[in-house]
T-cell receptor
Framework: GENVEQHPSTLSVQEGDSAVIKCTYSDSASNYFPWYKQELGKRPQLIIDIRSNVGEKKDQRIAVTLNKTAKHFSLHITETQPEDSAVYFCAASRAPGGGADGLTFGKGTHLIIQP | KAGVTQTPRYLIKTRGQQVTLSCSPISGHRSVSWYQQTPGQGLQFLFEYFSETQRNKGNFPGRFSGRQFSNSRSEMNVSTLELGDSALYLC????????????FGPGTRLLVL
């Protein structure tokens, strides 16, 4: 089945700086890559997703890039703010709804925004 | 639209007991997936239901089971609870299976003593 590796496990950045979180996946058939943000005690919330026919997608301060050849994708957050502090999860699947094995998640990155 | 809801939010059980968790998807969504979240293993896929049928199943023992009703509400059951079953159980709904984004509920936090 699919295996998703996520790095780093913890990332501390100064407010206003950029943050980058990277994920690699193993299943070349995966074609859907969402990113979820989970604040302490709350549900994971979808912040952005990308499908394999697109190399990059942006939504205000958030962007995701995908390199299908290398099987890796990254989340970029610019001009970080205190409310960006949370755990971020990347995931991969063969279809948006999950495919044969559901969404396979990375272990998460704890993003800390230093004031 | 109201989001995904899960009941109960918190649950304490003892080893050997069984538990049933409930998930109501977003109105109009017909697919429900269940995930287990633990600090050690992260988010792991349990199973997915669509139109009252289990479509996919993750790598969990048979003690974990589920079902979906005609109104798309879903339940999952864990029998013969073990300490390691302590976790946050999340359900996620999507419009149809295999094609749409999943939206998560708040989860049920299960503690097994």
């Amino acid at each position: 089945g699919e295996n998703v590796e996520q790095h780093p496990s913890t990332l501390s950045v100064q407010e206003g700086d950029s943050a980058v979180i990277k994920c690699t996946y193993s299943d070349s058939a995966s074609n859907y890559f969402p990113w979820y943000k989970q604040e302490l005690g709350k549900r994971p919330q979808l912040i952005i997703d990308i499908r394999s026919n697109v190399g990059e997608k942006k939504d205000q301060r958030i962007a995701v890039t995908l390199n299908k050849t290398a099987k890796h994708f990254s989340l970029h957050i610019t001009e970080t703010q205190p409310e960006d502090s949370a755990v971020y999860f990347c995931a991969a699947s063969r279809a948006p709804g999950g495919g044969a094995d559901g969404l396979t998640f990375g272990k998460g990155t704890h993003l800390i925004i230093q004031p | 639209k109201a989001g995904v809801t899960q009941t109960p939010r918190y649950l304490i059980k003892t080893r050997g007991q069984q538990v049933t968790l409930s998930c109501s998807p977003i109105s109009g969504h017909r697919s429900v997936s269940w995930y287990q979240q633990t600090p050690g293993q992260g988010l792991q896929f349990l199973f997915e239901y669509f139109s009252e049928t289990q479509r996919n199943k993750g790598n969990f023992p048979g003690r974990f089971s589920g079902r979906q009703f005609s109104n798309s509400r879903s339940e999952m059951n864990v029998s013969t609870l073990e300490l390691g079953d302590s976790a946050l159980y999340l359900c996620a709904s999507s419009l149809v299976a295999g094609r749409e984004t999943q939206y998560f509920g708040p989860g049920t936090r299960l503690l097994v003593l």
